[in-house]
Protein backbone atom coordinates (compact mmCIF):
# COMPACT_ATOMS: atom_id res chain seq x y z
CA UNK A 1 0.00 0.00 0.00
CA UNK A 2 2.96 2.40 0.88
CA UNK A 3 4.33 2.06 -2.57
CA UNK A 4 1.03 2.59 -4.30
CA UNK A 5 0.14 5.64 -2.53
CA UNK A 6 3.80 7.53 -2.79
CA UNK A 7 3.72 5.94 -6.33
CA UNK A 8 6.37 7.41 -8.90
CA UNK A 9 9.87 7.13 -8.25
CA UNK A 10 9.16 7.59 -4.25
CA UNK A 11 7.08 4.67 -3.84
CA UNK A 12 9.83 2.55 -6.35
CA UNK A 13 12.83 3.62 -3.75
CA UNK A 14 10.17 2.47 -0.64
CA UNK A 15 9.90 -0.59 -2.23
CA UNK A 16 13.57 -1.47 -3.14
CA UNK A 17 14.48 -0.24 0.25
CA UNK A 18 11.71 -2.73 1.50
CA UNK A 19 12.72 -5.79 -0.76
CA UNK A 20 17.03 -5.32 0.08
CA UNK A 21 17.22 -3.48 3.92
CA UNK A 22 18.95 -0.89 2.28
CA UNK A 23 18.60 2.54 4.62
CA UNK A 24 17.81 5.62 2.94
CA UNK A 25 21.72 6.91 2.94
CA UNK A 26 23.08 3.77 1.07
CA UNK A 27 20.48 4.11 -1.79
CA UNK A 28 20.34 7.67 -2.49
CA UNK A 29 24.38 7.52 -1.65
CA UNK A 30 24.57 4.59 -4.40
CA UNK A 31 26.66 2.82 -1.94
CA UNK A 32 25.62 -0.35 -3.31
CA UNK A 33 26.48 -2.46 -6.51
CA UNK A 34 24.66 -5.66 -8.44
CA UNK A 35 27.30 -8.46 -8.06
CA UNK A 36 26.97 -11.71 -9.54
CA UNK A 37 23.22 -11.39 -9.32
CA UNK A 38 23.26 -10.10 -5.45
CA UNK A 39 23.10 -6.61 -4.00
CA UNK A 40 26.52 -5.73 -2.57
CA UNK A 41 25.54 -2.97 -0.09
CA UNK A 42 29.38 -0.72 1.31
CA UNK A 43 28.65 -0.21 4.73
CA UNK A 44 27.94 3.34 6.61
CA UNK A 45 28.20 4.20 9.57
CA UNK A 46 30.97 1.56 9.68
CA UNK A 47 32.72 -1.10 7.73
CA UNK A 48 30.42 -4.37 9.49
CA UNK A 49 27.21 -2.77 7.40
CA UNK A 50 28.64 -4.03 4.51
CA UNK A 51 26.90 -6.91 3.21
CA UNK A 52 25.52 -8.90 0.00
CA UNK A 53 21.53 -9.69 0.08
CA UNK A 54 19.69 -11.43 -2.50
CA UNK A 55 18.59 -9.52 -5.29
CA UNK A 56 14.91 -9.12 -4.70
CA UNK A 57 14.21 -5.72 -6.08
CA UNK A 58 16.24 -3.83 -8.99
CA UNK A 59 17.76 -1.07 -7.40
CA UNK A 60 18.31 2.22 -9.24
CA UNK A 61 19.90 5.43 -9.13
CA UNK A 62 17.15 7.91 -8.10
CA UNK A 63 17.15 11.53 -9.71
CA UNK A 64 15.61 12.45 -6.13
CA UNK A 65 17.99 13.18 -3.09
CA UNK A 66 17.45 11.83 0.14
CA UNK A 67 15.69 14.89 1.48
CA UNK A 68 13.43 15.01 -1.22
CA UNK A 69 11.97 11.34 -0.58
CA UNK A 70 12.12 11.90 2.90
CA UNK A 71 10.09 15.61 2.55
CA UNK A 72 7.62 13.27 0.15
CA UNK A 73 7.10 10.50 2.78
CA UNK A 74 5.97 13.36 5.49
CA UNK A 75 3.95 15.03 2.78
CA UNK A 76 2.01 11.46 2.23
CA UNK A 77 0.99 11.55 5.65
CA UNK A 78 1.49 7.44 5.78
CA UNK A 79 3.12 6.97 9.28
CA UNK A 80 5.65 5.31 8.42
CA UNK A 81 9.17 6.67 8.16
CA UNK A 82 11.62 5.92 5.31
CA UNK A 83 13.74 3.51 8.10
CA UNK A 84 10.50 1.67 8.57
CA UNK A 85 11.45 0.03 4.95
CA UNK A 86 14.41 -1.39 6.57
CA UNK A 87 12.55 -2.42 9.00
CA UNK A 88 9.77 -4.45 6.98
CA UNK A 89 12.82 -6.27 5.63
CA UNK A 90 13.89 -7.49 8.95
CA UNK A 91 10.19 -8.55 8.86
CA UNK A 92 10.00 -10.17 5.87
CA UNK A 93 12.90 -12.20 7.41
CA UNK A 94 10.94 -13.67 10.63
CA UNK A 95 7.90 -14.30 8.15
CA UNK A 96 9.97 -16.32 5.40
CA UNK A 97 11.36 -18.49 8.73
CA UNK A 98 15.24 -17.61 8.36
CA UNK A 99 16.97 -18.24 11.09
CA UNK A 100 17.88 -14.98 13.09
CA UNK A 101 21.78 -15.29 12.55
CA UNK A 102 20.87 -15.28 9.05
CA UNK A 103 18.49 -12.22 8.88
CA UNK A 104 21.46 -10.35 11.62
CA UNK A 105 23.98 -10.66 8.87
CA UNK A 106 21.64 -9.76 5.76
CA UNK A 107 20.91 -6.41 8.35
CA UNK A 108 24.45 -6.43 9.48
CA UNK A 109 24.06 -6.34 12.98
CA UNK A 110 26.61 -8.65 13.49
CA UNK A 111 30.00 -8.28 13.76
CA UNK A 112 31.33 -10.09 11.07
CA UNK A 113 30.06 -10.77 7.49
CA UNK A 114 28.07 -14.00 6.22
CA UNK A 115 31.43 -15.19 4.79
CA UNK A 116 33.84 -14.64 7.42
CA UNK A 117 31.36 -16.72 9.21
CA UNK A 118 30.63 -19.30 7.47
CA UNK A 119 32.86 -19.53 4.70
CA UNK A 120 32.58 -18.79 1.12
CA UNK A 121 30.73 -22.13 -0.11
CA UNK A 122 27.91 -21.90 2.76
CA UNK A 123 27.67 -18.04 2.59
CA UNK A 124 26.37 -18.59 -1.05
CA UNK A 125 24.04 -21.31 -0.14
CA UNK A 126 22.72 -19.32 3.08
CA UNK A 127 22.05 -16.60 0.49
CA UNK A 128 20.53 -18.76 -2.08
CA UNK A 129 17.92 -20.04 0.48
CA UNK A 130 17.32 -16.91 1.75
CA UNK A 131 16.24 -15.33 -1.32
CA UNK A 132 14.51 -18.23 -2.07
CA UNK A 133 12.30 -18.22 0.66
CA UNK A 134 12.18 -14.12 0.55
CA UNK A 135 10.83 -14.52 -2.91
CA UNK A 136 8.04 -17.05 -2.07
CA UNK A 137 7.13 -14.51 0.81
CA UNK A 138 6.47 -11.44 -1.20
CA UNK A 139 5.10 -14.02 -4.11
CA UNK A 140 2.00 -14.51 -1.36
CA UNK A 141 -1.05 -13.16 -0.54
CA UNK A 142 0.37 -13.34 2.97
CA UNK A 143 3.21 -10.66 3.05
CA UNK A 144 0.43 -8.14 1.52
CA UNK A 145 -2.06 -9.06 4.78
CA UNK A 146 0.68 -8.14 6.81
CA UNK A 147 2.67 -5.13 5.51
CA UNK A 148 -0.01 -3.75 3.86
CA UNK A 149 0.76 -0.41 5.95
Known amino acids: ?40 IAGTKRDARDRYVPLLAEPFTPTLTQNGFNSAMKRAKLGVTPYDARRSFGLWCDMAGLPGAWKSLLLRHAAKNVTEL ?32
Open 1 to 40: MVREVLGGEVGRAWWVMCCTGLMPDELFGNKWTVEDGRLH
Open 118 to 149: YGWRESERILEEAETKLKALLASAKVHEKVAG
